[in-house]
T-cell receptor
Framework: GAGVSQSPRYKVAKRGQDVALRCDPISGHVSLFWYQQALGQGPEFLTYFQNEAQLDKSGLPSDRFFAERPEGSVSTLKIQRTQQEDSAVYLC?????????????FGPGTRLTVL | GDSVTQMEGPVTLSEEAFLTINCTYT??????LFWYVQYPGEGLQLLLKATKADDKGSNKGFEATYRKETTSFHLEKGSVQVSDSAVYFCALSANQAGTALIFGKGTTLSVSS
């Protein structure tokens, strides 16, 4: 596919469960971002990868959140011991370069609901 | 820290009306500025951008001018269509490599025929 894909599109978890969210960026894109979008809010930055290196994880809200991109393409965001406040849409975006003017292409998001 | 403030919605207009959605920002240095749009049931997509002061971004009849003196990047369209109904997000990216987008809260636009 030509765009960014994410799976699953919807995830319901019981509080305390671990979840893993997958992002397939556009092939060849160097930069990959994860964002969290709460209902009625704009997306908020979680973490940034340049190829396989995680260069910025300052937005991760707690040590329960972990992200990886081991081969510089697919990325996984893992949330351990989910809490109700983790309920949100998780967006992945990729861009071809590293400059701040590069367009970020967004995936459709994964809507996580924690019961 | 850097931030974006955009007008609260929802904005409700009739077809062919003039649209303005205000956006102001706070940032050190010279950020790049963006408008993203999210149509119902779809992902975020870039509408337009401007990378330096006085640049005008334009696309699909929408325009926004990077005003450094007023730290603003207001979105305008002369004649809206029903198909423009969506959520619009103003965003900035600080002037260094690999920086994330900082978004406003979004403004919902509803256009009726």
């Amino acid at each position: 596919g030509a765009g960014v894909s994410q799976s699953p599109r919807y995830k319901v978890a019981k509080r305390g469960q671990d979840v893993a969210l997958r992002c397939d960026p556009i092939s060849g894109h160097v930069s990959l971002f994860w964002y969290q979008q709460a209902l009625g809010q704009g997306p908020e930055f979680l973490t940034y990868f340049q190829n396989e290196a995680q260069l910025d994880k300052s937005g991760l809200p707690s040590d329960r959140f972990f992200a990886e991109r081991p081969e510089g393409s697919v990325s996984t965001l893992k949330i351990q011991r989910t809490q109700q406040e983790d309920s949100a849409v998780y967006l992945c975006a990729s861009s071809a370069g590293t400059g701040n003017y590069n367009e970020q292409f967004f995936g459709p998001g994964t809507r996580l609901t924690v019961l | 820290g850097d931030s974006v403030t955009q007008m609260e919605g929802p904005v409700t207009l009739s077809e062919e009306a003039f649209l303005t959605i205000n956006c102001t920002y706070t940032a050190t240095g010279y950020p790049s500025l963006f408008w993203y749009v999210q149509y119902p049931g779809e992902g975020l997509q870039l509408l337009l951008k401007a990378t330096k002061a006085d640049d005008k971004g334009s696309n699909k009849g929408f325009e926004a001018t990077y005003r450094k003196e007023t730290t603003s990047f207001h979105l305008e369209k002369g004649s809206v269509q029903v198909s423009d109904s969506a959520v619009y997000f103003c965003a900035l990216s600080a002037n260094q490599a690999g920086t994330a987008l900082i978004f406003g809260k979004g403004t919902t636009l509803s256009v009726s025929s």
